[in-house]
């Protein structure tokens, strides 16, 4: 799944991305809406990464989502 399918489905996508990264607030899915900068920006704050990192992990992310069963 690639970013724009994400934000499309943002609402159902929400409750997966805090099954990845469980440090997520609601305050911070609620200021991320879909926006894929802010993501990687609340996880260099929440998880104490670097920029590389953070994209690292949302690449590593989109590549769970495209197949089924991807909720740790």
């Known amino acids: 799944m690639n970013w724009s ?3 499309d489905r943002w609402e159902p996508m929400k409750a997966l ?3 990845y990264w469980q440090k997520l607030s609601d305050e911070d899915l609620a ?13 260099r704050e929440r998880y104490g990464l ?3 990192e953070a994209e690292d992990a949302i690449c590593a992310f989109e ?5 089924p069963g991807a909720v740790k």
Do not use: F, Q, T, Y
Not at 31 to 43: E, K, P, S, T
Not at 63 to 67: A, F, G, M, S, W
């Open 50 to 52: 670097n920029a590389a």
């Open 5 to 7: 399918e994400i934000e």
């Open 17 to 19: 991305l805090v099954s």
């Open 63 to 67: 590549k769970d989502v495209r197949r």
């Open 31 to 43: 200021r991320i809406i879909g926006r894929r900068d802010v993501l990687a920006r609340v996880l």
